[in-house]
């Protein structure tokens, strides 16, 4: 087949699995467009001129793509940006990178998201369909000559995902509350075919689990976050749970008790990209919006 289902040898059985570093990948770009969105937002509203809002946006961007390894391209990564500035050897401040690369890594940092392989935990033996595709030609409309493929794919598959975040900071949960809702309302897809439809995820039955030491480091939630951030649901258990040295607190996801506790997170997650700001050396060339719509579309006038 051209393209089929990753399968990791479990046991005595090979069983599909979505990759880690794939899902941490398509957790990452989704984060990136909402925090991207949130910025778009902030410099269109910063003044009328348009190219003092492309400017507000260069240096105020929160969140770099990548995989751009051109420094006059939209978006170009912290790395290239840095490239020639600091040594790719050396450990890099907080302040020289943007808020994905701090959360999700760059060449430069590790991730602090670990995002673990999702093994299938679907109904058994799992369910595949053939299907044959015809590549279009671009040129004519019409089905392209020998361009034939076909996929095995996975018929409503169910898989078990597990991300860790240690010593998280309000505004990190707030980021990771954001992408959460939207996986639990089918927004993000995963795998071969997306632009055709296929790969839509949802997530369903979640939880969240913080651990702690002691009852005042559950009260501040590691440390990081405020007494009054801690919702009515996370109150120390009568008999809370284990995890190796720490005794554990769980709140369902989609709770009142959640909404509670990521609506502040979420709030210091928007105070976050408010108040983000580039370094001179991590300053934007180029942007994909302000300024390229305008061409696109010449018949829109100042003030439309």
Request: aromatic share 10%; proline share 6%.
């Amino acid at each position: 087949f051209d393209h089929a289902p990753l399968l990791a040898q479990m046991g005595d059985w090979r069983r599909p699995v979505l990759t880690g570093a794939g899902l941490r990948g398509v957790l990452r770009s989704h984060a990136e467009r909402v925090a991207r969105t949130l910025a778009t937002f902030q410099a269109w509203n910063s003044t009328q001129d348009r190219e003092q809002r492309k400017q507000h946006f260069l240096s105020r961007c929160p969140a770099c793509s990548p995989v751009e390894s051109r420094k006059d391209a939209p978006l170009a990564s912290c790395d290239t940006l840095l490239k020639g500035q600091i040594p790719s050897s050396e450990i890099v401040d907080d302040e020289h990178l943007c808020l994905a690369c701090r959360l999700f890594g760059s060449t430069r940092r590790g991730s602090r998201l670990i995002v673990e392989d999702a093994p299938y935990v679907g109904e058994q033996p799992p369910k595949l369909k053939m299907l044959d595709f015809l590549a279009i030609d671009r040129f004519t409309g019409g089905g392209k000559d020998g361009a034939k493929f076909d996929a095995l794919a996975l018929w409503k598959p169910a898989f078990e995902l597990r991300i860790y975040l240690e010593n998280p900071e309000k505004w990190e949960l707030g980021w990771l509350a954001l992408v959460l809702r939207d996986l639990e309302e089918g927004w993000l897809s995963v795998g071969f075919g997306a632009a055709k439809g296929f790969g839509r995820v949802k997530l369903q039955n979640w939880h969240a689990i913080f651990g702690y030491l002691t009852p005042e480091d559950l009260r501040t939630i590691f440390g990081y976050l405020a007494p009054e951030d801690l919702p009515d649901g996370l109150d120390e258990p009568d008999t809370p749970g284990e995890s190796g040295l720490f005794k554990t607190a769980e709140l369902r996801g989609g709770t009142d008790e959640w909404r509670t506790a990521a609506e502040k997170w979420v709030k210091a997650f928007n105070g976050q990209v408010h108040q983000f700001e580039r370094t001179k050396l991590l300053e934007l060339n180029e942007d994909s919006y302000f300024g390229k719509v305008d061409k696109l579309y010449p018949v829109l006038k100042e003030g439309a």
